[in-house]
């Protein structure tokens, strides 16, 4: 023929079946509360009082929970990132467990150790009078278990691509090691540190399993979002809905958030 | 504040194992190929990383003992560093990139930055402090990144090629400019560079650096002329003569004019390649531009090549191959005639 043939336009079927099949058990459910939701009456729903006290407490310990994260989980990403100690990366693979366990493996695991009659929470109760499950700090505390490995992946990822030789020339302008990170890798890293905190909060907002186990389900205390539509749709399958269809518009909001203003950015 | 240096780094398979002494207001090259070890030479003497063995002292004060277990860290040291690509903070403008230094070691805010901006219009840049440094050009980063290593006043000013990251056009202004700001510079500086006109134009001594040893030291026109290893030969050869631009003629401030192509004016460097001077007997006949007598001084083989040192109006050095320096029957004393073409002539500002 003696021209080169471009490769053939579309898709070859055994793989394009499938993957429709894919993109409509993904969004099918999705679409389907969006269609079966209230319309009529989505504003007395949202206006109700379990409703605004649910979403509340939600975005409060949500929001906590990624001011914590960011206050241990930048450290420690630092630390992964930088520090030449040694066992490093098992120290890696041991904070990113809550990643992949089953969070309500960890809300009993919070609740053995922080519970009244947990090795920590034993002496919590009796020395300080403080007791932590069934609490709104329950709830943070388990958010942040869940929530806090993403920031710091996400963080550790970001400052693993960042040029150290920036660090380099700030310590041979007099900077030492905690000047150089507050005033040169802080800055360099910030959209990462950006990112994962809108990763984190994302997944705080959605936590079910540890709070349920660790700090209950208690309307105004611990009751949050998630919480409340499990139990909403128990009773009340249209206020049920329309809890979904607000986390839904609080997910894809993030999503946007994150593709368009920081992510791209932060990969550079 | 001299620099007194002779340390010893494990990297892997290559160990650099160098001494350098640097005298007050001196500017050393350290001239390799890459991976000689001059980087690393550089990250010990800055305190970024620490020698295996050795010391370092600038002065009086030692910097690096390691039988005494002394390392001052790089932040405690007084010293100033161009980095090769320049390496100003993206998220400061560049008054605040240059007024770092000052902030870390204690120096208020509005002191700093006028310190700062002093500097800046020093290297030319006044105008551009509330720029942040994606938006300079090489030339214009090059500069900032000077001003934000001599603004501290330090003791010792260390390079790293400072120059390899612009295009051919800014690199001979950025040259030019840099070399005034060493003359001014009171303390020791050492130029890390693999390419040897930086080397000659810049420095009042070399050391040419392989596989982590030192092979040769002196002079710049000492090295060119008496290369002691084929690398030397091929990269140090080219003869730098300094004299002032007139049209397409040079007079060379030691006396003897150099026909060029270029047309320049004012102070300049005239650099001859030794392969493109040609040898002859008697006087050559046509088009050559530039013929001077001279006499030979020494000759040193290297490969198929003679290397020729010539003593004249003009010092230059010549390659001849080994077959044509027989037949020109040379030695040294011989009186013989040099000859260049002009379009082989390289000339550029100083």
Known sequence: MGTVRRREPGVPLPLLVPAVLAVAFLVLPLAGLVVRAPW????????????GQALRLS????????GLSLVLG???AWVLARSRARGRSVLRALVTVPLVLPPVVGGVALFLVLGRQGIVGRWLDQALDVTIPFTTTAVVIAETFVAMPFLVISVEGALRAA?????????TLGADRWTTFRRVTLPLVAPGIAAGAVLCWARALGEFGATITFAGNFPGTTQTMPLAVYLALQQDPDAAIVLSLVLLVVSVATLLLLRDRWLTRAVR | MSLTAGVRVDRGPLTVELGLEVADGEVLAVLGPNGAGK??????????LPPDDGRVAVGPDTWDDVPAGVHVPAHERPLGMVFQDHLLFPHLSVTDNVAFGLRTRGMRKPAARAAARE??????????????PGRLSGGQAQRAALARALVGQPALLLLDEPLSALDARTRLTV???????????????????HDPVDAMALADRVVVVE???VVQAGTPADVSRHPRTDYVARLVGLALLPGVGEGTTVHLDGGGRVAVAEETAGPVFVAVRPESVALWTSRPEGSPRNVWPARLVSATPHGSTVRCELDGEVPLVADVTATAFAELGLAPGTPVWASVKASDVAVYAR
């Open chain 2, 119 to 132: 500097w800046l219009a020093r290297v030319g840049i006044a105008e551009l402090g509330d720029r942040r």
């Open chain 1, 40 to 51: 009529g009456e989505l504003g007395s729903q949202l206006t109700g009082p379990a409703v």
């Open chain 1, 74 to 76: 930048v450290p420690l």
């Open chain 2, 39 to 48: 980087s690393t030479l550089l990250r010990v003497l800055a305190g970024l």
């Open chain 2, 211 to 213: 596989e982590g040893r």
């Open chain 2, 175 to 193: 040259r030019a400019e840099l070399r005034r700001h060493l003359a001014d510079f009171p303390g020791s500086t050492v130029l890390v560079t």
């Open chain 1, 163 to 171: 040029d150290a030789r920036f660090e380099d020339a700030a310590a």
């Open chain 1, 59 to 66: 975005l409060v310990s949500a929001t906590a929970a990624t």
